[in-house]
T-cell receptor, first 112, second 115 residues
Framework: QKEVEQDPGPLSVPEGAIVSLNCTYS??????FMWYRQYSRKGPELLMY????GNKEDGRFTAQVDKSSKYISLFIRDSQPSDSATYLC????????????FGKGTKLSVIP | GAVVSQHPSWVICKSGTSVKIECRSL??????MFWYRQFPKQSLMLMAT?????????EQGVEKDKFLINHASLTLSTLTVTSAHPEDSSFYIC???????????FGPGTRLTVL
């Protein structure tokens, strides 16, 4: 079993839809959770960064962490064609550790 | 956010040749740099971690003699793919972090195609 599982998709939604992206993990040591967006043939860029269980909101994006279930989600409201990209979840095990463990990434297409 | 650049962005080479990829932190001093490899439709896989002035730490299964990493200064790390073969064709991405930044900043990636 891989440490981080993420459905690669692809996922296609109409413009304006709410998108739900998810990852599960098996390593209880993971403490910090990130979501990255990666456009085709580009490096990933950090979208959201969370630590504790619960929700964190930033504009149209909401990151949700449930440590008891080892489950994290990213919600995108009012999705736009410019949101079309691959979304990767990533995790770090502890303070001072910079080593990221990535999910496989979910390819999202938002259709106008 | 901090900016990380990579050069070249795309390189095509013949089998058996060596290729050097540069990773630079443009507006901060990177105490740690990371090198990842990403195959099509796959996640980023960490290859090695390098701290300025010391030898890189390679992940299991990554040949240190094939993928030479040099982190000679706080703003530059290089990855040299020696005697490249077609199976080395991939997207190579670096990232950089520092004590003042509690995250990794990623470069735009280098696409390597070995013929």
């Amino acid at each position: 079993q891989k440490e981080v599982e993420q459905d690669p998709g692809p996922l296609s939604v109409p413009e304006g839809a709410i998108v739900s992206l998810n990852c599960t993990y098996s390593n209880s040591a993971f403490q910090y959770f990130m979501w990255y967006r990666q456009y085709s043939r580009k490096g990933p860029e950090l979208l959201m960064y969370t630590y504790s269980s619960g929700n964190k909101e930033d504009g149209r994006f909401t990151a949700q962490v449930d440590k008891s279930s080892k489950y994290i989600s990213l919600f995108i409201r009012d999705s736009q064609p410019s949101d079309s990209a691959t979304y990767l979840c990533a995790m770090i095990s502890g303070a001072g550790s910079y080593q990221l463990t990535f999910g496989k990434g979910t390819k999202l297409s938002v259709i106008p | 956010g901090a900016v990380v650049s990579q050069h070249p962005s795309w390189v095509i080479c013949k089998s058996g040749t060596s290729v050097k990829i540069e990773c630079r932190s443009l507006d901060f001093q990177a105490t740690t740099m990371f090198w990842y490899r990403q195959f099509p439709k796959q996640s980023l896989m960490l290859m090695a971690t390098s701290n300025e002035g010391s030898k890189a730490t390679y992940e299991q299964g990554v040949e240190k003699d094939k993928f030479l990493i040099n982190h000679a200064s706080l703003t530059l790390s290089t990855l040299t793919v020696t005697s490249a073969h077609p199976e080395d064709s991939s997207f190579y991405i670096c990232s950089a972090s520092s004590r003042q930044h509690n995250e990794q900043f990623f470069g735009p990636g280098t696409r390597l195609t070995v013929l």
